[in-house]
């Protein structure tokens, strides 16, 4: 039984190879039950021959997945011999369809779904379907060939033994899957319950891990503040800082390792509470202020005046993504300046949407690099970076953070020229005063001078509580210059002795303490019998990452908290908050708050919300384009002397007189995907989004280089038109309407693409050579329409310039042909706009064309305008190209 289990069940044998033994071996079963019935009933010798070869036929498979583990030679040599040979021979050797053979062509069909998968299983099954069918019709045809059984009764016999033979092979087949399937199925609970027990113990091995290491670092940081307070050499004062800027680098790295970890276990929660937006920028400034300075850059800053005084949401966790933000802006810039700009939209009564940019002068991040700047450890190792410290955590969490809040985070970045990093959250209106201008200040705390301790009051009574002895050292060195009296515990019974003894005006507990914990202390010493310091005031003492989560100090009972590693500074602010005021003999006025690097507030609004861009390709005037603040991208001319600026530096006349004059060929040349970037930056500069419309990717490569350099900028949104230019130059006026309309961005790109459907465009060549030329078709037709004086008219089919239609004769005339045609049906047509390209014209030549569109269709308007250099050189002179809109059903 073992064996049977060890051959059939194991994991270690693939599923197929299993299925396939569990197939043979219950086939041999039932071939060896129809051998032994055979001799009780009337059996030819060859039927018994047949059954004989069909079991040595089963054992050799076996023998091959057994002992040579060749399943696929195995199922294969089984699968032809069962469709080709067995299966039929055993048909016509045992009564044809008068016996049990035909139940039997069931189970090659089993077989053949059970073993094979894709392509293979298609070809069997066709296989057998075919063998079976010429079986069957051999039969028909041929009875002679059919050996009969020989008696009615043998009929029934053999019918019946087929039956239960098969039905019993594909019963223990189903049930063997059914059990394969719920043994799998119990493996992958069982191994998703050790995963989530392995993330739990990760997750609390982390948390552990973390508060063992920041109670040396707490010291470090405490002790080392004390050193800095003292009489020291510079040089000492410099490594004491240096050691300062170390430790809090690794705490904040522990923090980084805590929340990802957090993350990855869904154990990270949005902690709303009610705070000042005011208070909290206000901080953020203060924290980063200090290294701005250290590197010199300017610090701009731009916040929403009606910004509401109070909003809800969680504040922690909207620092933590600032600052990171802020963090990495100062990092990466060498020089130039950050600027924190905020905006504030109210989306209903109590809510607004408040958007945080933060942008930097910085080394920016280079297109290809974008895609990967929120994987976790993904830290971009360019050289510009490799210098600098960083663990490749931040945006992780940052992203995740904003993504568990609801909202959105962007990047817009040029390579070597600086980054904008968006955040868009929504957060809850509580109280709608606005913050009002000049909110933020220009004073700020300086981050190095002489310590003063901002009180004395040699009274007070002050028990700390802490399991660390090395944190009561700290505590009671950072209190000493306030001269209060300190005492120690370093458990919840020391601190209970002490509270029998002497009245305290404050307790420090420390949160995290074996035995009994931070809070458990505090309430019994509330309700200690014979206690004295049942109205104490309480602080609690507590690792910053695990504050908010578990902790809601107030909500607990304490008055107070104090976060580790302690701020000498902060400490001292709460224990004054919490002392009685009579006992505190001292207070420091602060009136020298010396200025480092003064803020400058700024008012960098964008001027507009949406801007339309395309490139010189689209054939609009420039007075149109101006008056519907669309900007263009210019496109380059290569001649034999240069390259020129489309429009800018070289006009199409101007062209013209090139190619006359010297007979050379001039061709037009896409900027690279940095000076896309570039435009795109500076459009940025002016509106919050830019819609990029190109001409058709099928034609021309501009589409493609745009749509790459945008990878960079998540606030451009490239759109393929899908159009040559003159149609393109249809679909920027109507976007630049709806933008003035008030579009949404994603509005208008859907209409864009609605507008494709609804619009004409041709064009009219005054013959193939430049297309030809240019391989758009084969020179040969080129040549002919040239000799033929023919003219085509091109249009835009399934994304394809495919010639729709041709004119004949002098181009005048072809002209007209060619506007009487493609204005034919007057109803059709929207008569608002008609738009004319041209290149190489002259006046009397656009009269004819204005005279001819005029007679078929009165156009309110007719804009005429000549082709840039560009379009000229790839359609040639003389081409005329034409579109309106079509009218809505
Ligand atoms: P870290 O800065 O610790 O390496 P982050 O997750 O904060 O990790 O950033 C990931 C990578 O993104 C950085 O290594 C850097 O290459 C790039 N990066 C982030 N912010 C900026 C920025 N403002 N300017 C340029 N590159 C940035």
């Known amino acids: 039984m073992k064996l049977v289990k060890k051959l059939l069940l194991s994991d270690e044998v693939e599923l197929r190879e299993r299925l396939f033994r569990v197939i043979l071996l219950s086939a041999l079963l039932a071939t060896v039950m129809a051998i032994v019935t055979s001799f009780f009933r009337p059996s030819t010798t060859g039927s018994v021959m047949m059954l004989l070869l069909m079991g040595m036929a089963m054992g050799i498979g076996l023998v091959c997945t057994f002992r040579y583990r060749n399943i696929n030679m195995a199922s294969y040599i089984m699968g032809f011999s069962l469709i080709l040979i067995i299966l039929p021979s055993s048909f016509l050797g045992h009564g044809g369809i008068y016996g049990g053979a035909a139940v039997w062509f069931v189970m090659g069909i089993f077989y053949v779904f059970l073993m094979f998968e894709g392509p293979r299983l298609v070809f069997f099954v066709c296989l057998a379907l075919m063998s079976y069918g010429v079986t069957y019709y051999i039969s028909y045809k041929y009875p002679e060939l059919v050996t009969p059984l020989e008696s009615v009764s043998a009929i029934y016999v053999d019918s019946f033994f087929s039956i239960c033979s098969v039905a019993m092979v594909i019963g223990i087949m189903e049930k063997y899957q059914i059990k394969i399937y719920k043994e799998e199925k119990n493996k992958v609970v069982r191994q998703k319950e050790e995963l989530e027990i392995n993330a739990m113990s990760k997750t609390s091995f982390f948390a552990n891990m973390s508060h063992e290491i920041r109670t040396p ?187 568990l809040m609801g909202g959105t985070i962007t990047v817009d970045s040029i390579y070597t020229k600086g980054s904008v990093f968006t955040v868009t959250i929504e957060q809850t209106v509580i109280d709608t005063t606005p913050i009002g201008i000049g909110a933020f200040s220009e004073k700020t705390e300086n981050g190095r001078k002489p310590y003063v301790q901002s009180f004395e009051a040699p009274e007070a009574r002050v028990l700390v509580v802490d399991d660390a002895e090395m944190n009561l050292v700290v505590v009671k060195k950072l209190l000493e210059a306030t001269k209060v009296q300190i005492d120690t515990a370093s ?147 290569r001649t034999e002397h240069g390259r020129f600026c489309d429009t800018k530096e070289i006009d199409a006349s101007s062209l013209k007189q090139y190619i006359s004059t010297t007979s050379s060929m001039a061709h037009t040349e896409f900027a690279t995907v940095e000076e896309f970037e570039q435009f795109f930056g500076e459009a940025l500069l002016e509106a919050d989004e830019i819609i990029h419309i190109s001409s058709s990717s099928a034609l021309v490569s501009s589409y493609e280089l745009a749509k790459q350099a945008a990878r960079g900028h998540a606030h451009v949104h490239v759109i393929d038109s899908g159009q040559i230019s003159s149609g393109l130059g249809m679909i920027i006026l109507s976007a630049a309407n709806m933008v003035k309309e008030g579009k949404r961005v994603h509005e208008i790109i859907d209409s864009i693409e609605q507008l494709g459907k609804d619009l004409h465009v041709s064009l009219m060549l005054p013959s193939l050579k430049i297309i030809s030329q240019r391989g758009y078709v084969r020179s040969r037709a080129g040549l002919i329409y040239e000799k033929l004086q023919l003219h085509p008219v091109l249009k835009m089919v399934n994304r394809k310039l495919t010639i729709v239609g041709v004119t004949y004769g002098n181009l005048e005339s072809a002209w007209k042909k060619y506007i009487r045609s493609i204005l034919r049906s007057s109803s059709k047509i929207d008569k608002e706009l008609i738009v004319v390209t041209y290149a190489g014209l002259n006046v009397k030549q656009l009269e004819l064309l204005v005279r001819e569109i005029k007679k078929k269709v009165p156009f309110k308007t007719i804009m005429v305008n000549e082709s840039s250099v560009s379009n000229a050189c790839n359609s040639g002179y003389k081409s005329v190209a034409i579109s309106y809109l079509k009218r809505k059903k």
């Not at 202020?289 to 300017?298: A, F, G, Q, S, T």
């Open 217 to 403: 670092i707490n010291t470090i940081i405490g002790l080392n503040e004390v050193i800095l307070r003292s009489e020291i050499s510079d040089e000492v004062a410099q490594n004491a800082i240096d050691i300062q800027n170390a430790s809090k680098m690794l705490l904040e790295l522990i923090n980084d390792i805590l929340d990802i970890s957090q993350i990855e276990t869904d154990k990270m929660e949005i902690i709303p509470v009610n705070y000042s937006s005011k208070d909290m920028f206000m901080e953020l400034i203060d924290m980063i202020r200090v290294r701005m300075n250290e590197k010199n850059l300017d610090f701009l800053l731009d916040i929403d005046e009606s910004l509401p005084a109070v909003l809800y949401g969680d504040e922690r966790r909207i620092k933590q993504i600032i600052l990171n933000l802020l963090t990495n802006a100062v990092k990466y810039t060498i020089r130039g300046s950050v600027t924190l700009s905020v905006e504030c939209e109210y989306i209903a009564a109590d809510k607004i949407s408040m958007k945080v940019a933060v942008q930097d002068t910085g080394i920016g991040i280079k297109t290809e690099n974008i895609d990967y700047l929120f994987d976790v450890f993904s830290r971009i190792s360019e050289d510009g970076t490799r210098k600098i410290e960083g663990s490749g955590l931040g945006l992780p969490i940052v992203k995740q953070l904003v993504d």
């Open 491 to 637: 458990s919840a019974s020391e601190c209970l002795e002490r509270t029998l003894e002497k009245s305290y005006d404050l307790i420090i507990l420390d949160y995290q303490m074996p035995e009994m914990d931070g809070v458990a202390t505090m309430n019994a010493v509330k309700v200690q019998q014979n206690g004295l310091c049942r109205t104490a005031k309480f602080i609690v003492l507590t690792a910053s990452a695990m504050m908010d989560k578990d902790l809601n100090y107030q909500e607990l009972g304490f008055d107070g908290y104090i976060v580790k590693p302690i701020n000498g500074r902060d400490m001292e602010t709460e224990i004054l908050r919490l002392l009685p005021p009579d006992i505190v003999e001292y207070r420091y006025i602060n009136t020298d708050e010396t200025l480092i690097n003064p803020i400058q507030l700024i008012n960098s609004r964008k001027l507009k919300r949406i801007c339309i861009t395309t490139d010189t390709l689209c054939d609009l005037p420039k007075e149109v384009l101006m008056q519907h603040d669309v900007k263009v991208m210019y496109l380059y001319i």
